[in-house]
């Protein structure tokens, strides 16, 4: 089911082998440090890599590192990009570093993408909520299906969400029962059983 996100992160450090290799062998843009940065760049990726697989294994949402990471480095990156183009005789460079950030944007649609259709058949009644990413979660993209269907037309409980299972009353109504008959409460200065 992960295939696709291991394929394209395979591809992604593909690409980044490719700049390594020819940012040694051309060495037009290279400074002293460009080949170390560009190695331990290899060596994130891979870490990023299995964190993509472990992430998907053991979450009902995207990975938050991974979606904030790619959208911080991806303005670095064509900034990055743009400075390699316009370096005499480095086109072989800059094109494959391009290709690198353009494919690091892909990653990044594909990972703040919803895993709904990767989830086990137990956790096929999660609510929207809980599998949105931090993207979606910030912008409250699920929450756009309700209000469309909102104003088409009237909605009742039943086109609702269903509720988040740690607000639901059903696991919280002994904590809260036990609170009730344990509780005081406190109206203007007056105590209450």
């Not at 331990?40 to 993509?52: D, K």
């Not at 990009?81 to 005789?89: D, G, K, V």
Request: glycine share 4%.
């Amino acid at each position: 089911m992960s295939f696709r996100y291991q394929l394209a992160w395979s591809i992604f450090v593909i690409l980044q082998l490719v700049h390594y290799t020819l940012s040694i062998v051309l060495s037009t843009s290279t400074t002293r440090t460009t080949n170390i940065s560009i190695f331990f760049g290899i060596l994130a990726t891979l870490g990023y890599c299995y964190l993509s697989h472990h992430d998907h294994l053991r979450s009902v949402r995207p990975s938050t590192i991974l979606t904030v990471y790619l959208l911080f480095t991806i303005p670095m990156d064509a900034a990055r990009a743009r400075t390699l183009w316009s370096m005499p005789n480095n086109v072989p460079i800059a094109g494959v570093f391009t290709v690198t950030v353009v494919w690091k944007f892909l990653i990044l649609l594909l990972e703040a993408k919803e895993k709904r259709s990767l989830l086990k058949p137990a956790y096929s009644n999660v609510p929207p909520e809980e599998t949105g990413g931090i993207l979606n979660r910030s912008f409250f993209w699920w929450f756009n299906p309700l209000l469309l269907a909102g104003y088409r037309e009237t909605i009742s409980v039943d086109d609702l969400f269903t509720i988040d299972s740690d607000l639901s009353f059903k696991q919280k109504k002994g904590e809260m029962l036990y609170k009730w008959t344990k509780g005081k409460i406190f109206i203007y200065g007056h105590e209450f059983y």
